[in-house]
C-alpha cells in the first residue's frame, strides 16, 4: 500500500500563487510516476501535471505554462508551483501515485482545495 499526504491549498487572490506539496510512503516502487490531478465543481476529474522520475512530463492543457511541478525522488515528494491563477482554477486537488511495476494501480491523496477569488 501506499500512502499520500497532501500539504498547501487555500485560498488566494486571482492572479497569485499557491503551492501544492505530496509525499508518499509505503510500499514506494522505485520507477513510477508522481503528479495531480483536479475536480472542478461536477466536472471529471482532469490531469493537472505528472512527472516521472526518469523525466516523463505531462500538463494539461489549461495549466500550461502557469503550473510548474517539480519531485524530488529522493524524499517521494512531489510538489506543483501554481502561478497566474484564475478562477477557473479552484477546485479539489489531488495528488496521485502509479508505480510501473509491482502491483500496478492509482493511488490518490485526500484532496486539497484550492479557492481562487476573482
Known amino acids: 500500500q501506499v500512502q499520500l499526504v497532501e500539504s498547501g491549498g487555500g485560498l488566494v487572490q486571482a492572479g497569485g500563487t499557491v503551492r501544492l506539496s505530496c509525499v508518499a510512503s509505503g510500499s514506494i516502487f522505485n520507477r513510477n510516476v508522481m503528479g495531480w490531478y483536479r475536480q472542478v465543481a461536477e466536472e471529471e476529474r482532469e490531469l493537472v501535471a505528472t512527472l516521472g522520475e526518469s523525466g516523463g512530463l505531462n500538463y494539461g492543457h489549461s495549466v500550461s505554462g502557469r503550473f510548474i511541478i517539480t519531485r524530488d525522488a529522493g524524499a517521494n515528494t512531489v510538489t506543483l508551483e501554481m502561478d497566474s491563477l484564475k478562477s477557473e482554477d479552484t477546485g479539489l486537488y489531488y495528488c496521485?501515485?502509479?508505480?510501473?511495476?509491482?502491483?500496478?494501480?492509482?493511488?490518490w491523496g485526500p484532496g486539497t482545495q484550492v479557492t481562487v477569488l476573482s
Open positions: 496521485y501515485y502509479h508505480p510501473l511495476g509491482g502491483v500496478i494501480r492509482d493511488y
